[in-house]
């Protein structure tokens, strides 16, 4: 305990100078059995499941920058299951299980925070469709609830039901077991534990194209030198069709920036996740965390767009009048790839050897430990996990879509479904 003490006050005054690293930042090696590319959630969970689950042990993760530096640190970082299709109940509530004992699993702190989240309804549609929603997770075996104005008004105090532009609160619903991740935390004791299993994380190592030989793949070139590997998964979200081309594939993905943005930090006033007009919760340090839809036009820059700040700061006022006396602190954009019935890609692609971990569009980080198993089962046995089976590279020809465009409190569709 004496030793633990000391060590911890010298960590503490030593400027981050004797703090030891959290993996190895490893140098290529000539060949892997395993070549994951992406080094966010979803490229590291897919390292450490390869291994953990499946016993391969020449894996490597190479990473274009750094690590968690893409959408993995550029989201809201919520999690739920809430969703209406089948498939998708059932995938999305695997995840969130695994992300109820990750930080046992990993032994790192992910600071999972399940305060609960509330999908509000602002006509008597709506409604009806959140109650279609509640019936069909309560099928499926997840608890979730209707919520009257009375009760969105015990959890949500500072709500302001009508407002003068016309908006009107009907009612809403709740899943509790939703709830917010540390995010940095996710990418960290994932990496942290792929590499003690004897992962090489590699950063600063970008991919400059394939060799191929009779439609197999051969290796990856990188600016570090190509790397020989016969098996090789693509987990780079919204640059996925950019490295697709590289191999001549064409995927069903549109890559758009969702943006963010947080507050200066007050003192409490936000005890449960909203996702309504706009999507906020507040951090442990107090910072209103703020989200909206995608911006308006296809873009590969991870940059906010006026438009959507605009949108969602008038969304939050109209909803909360009192945050218009916040100061807000700085905005970031991720890049998602969305597909056309906003469900994921994890399927073999018709390049043998490569397989897709895609199309999770706005709903990635909440699926990165279910992506990780399903990938990593893929990658190392050819078949789809029973669990991701539906997310087939093949639905898009054969017309068998999951639509989950209306799962999102910030798509207009829901309200045409």
Not at 294 to 299: C, L, M, P, Q
Not at 332 to 349: K, R, Y
Not at 386 to 406: V, Y
Request: glycine share 12%.
């Amino acid at each position: 305990m004496a030793h633990s003490i000391l060590q911890l006050a010298r960590h503490a005054l030593s400027g981050h100078r004797h703090w030891p690293a959290f993996w190895q930042n490893a140098q290529p090696r000539e060949r892997y059995d395993v070549v994951i590319i992406g080094g966010g959630g979803h490229g590291l969970a897919t390292a450490y499941y390869l291994m953990r689950n499946h016993g391969i042990r020449r894996v490597a993760v190479i990473e274009r920058g750094w690590i968690g530096g893409g959408n993995t640190g550029r989201n809201t970082a919520i999690v739920r299951s809430n969703y209406l299709a089948a498939p998708s109940i059932r995938f999305y509530d695997f995840s969130l299980r695994l992300y109820e004992g990750l930080s046992r699993e990993l032994d790192y702190n992910i600071m999972l925070s399940q305060r609960g989240v509330v999908n509000l309804a602002f006509s008597r549609h709506q409604l009806r469709l959140m109650n279609r929603r509640v019936n069909a997770l309560r099928h499926a075996g997840v608890a979730s609830e209707l919520l009257t104005t009375a009760h969105i008004r015990r959890l949500l105090p500072m709500l302001r039901e009508q407002s003068a532009a016309g908006r009107r609160l009907f009612g809403g619903f709740i899943q509790r077991r939703g709830g917010v991740v540390r995010h940095d935390a996710v990418a960290w004791g994932y990496a942290r534990a792929a590499n003690a299993l004897g992962v090489d994380i590699i950063q600063d190592c970008e991919v400059t194209g394939f060799q191929t030989s009779h439609g197999a793949v051969t290796g990856v070139e990188t600016r570090r030198g190509f790397i020989a590997t016969r098996r090789v998964g693509l987990a780079v979200a919204g640059s996925s069709s950019v490295l697709a081309a590289k191999l001549g594939l064409a995927l069903p993905i549109t890559t758009m920036a969702l943006q963010a943005m947080v507050s200066e930090p007050v003192k409490p006033v936000l005890d449960v996740v909203l996702d309504g007009a706009v999507y906020v919760s507040q951090s442990d340090r107090g910072e209103l965390v703020i989200g909206g839809g995608t911006d308006v036009h296809t873009s590969y820059a991870q940059r906010s767009g006026i438009q959507r700040l605009e949108d969602n700061m008038a969304a939050l006022i109209d909803l909360f009048p009192a945050f218009g006396r916040l100061r807000f602190m700085r905005q970031w954009a991720g890049l998602v790839d969305l597909t056309p019935d906003a469900s994921p890609i994890l399927d073999s692609s018709p390049v043998n050897g490569v397989c897709l971990s895609c199309g999770w569009g706005t709903y990635g980080f909440k699926a990165i430990p279910a992506g990780g198993v399903a990938f990593a089962h893929l990658l190392a046995t050819g078949t789809r996990h029973a669990m991701a089976h539906a997310f087939s590279l093949d639905r898009f020809r054969s017309g068998a879509l999951i639509d989950e465009g209306g799962s999102s409190g910030m798509d207009d569709r829901e309200a045409l479904l």
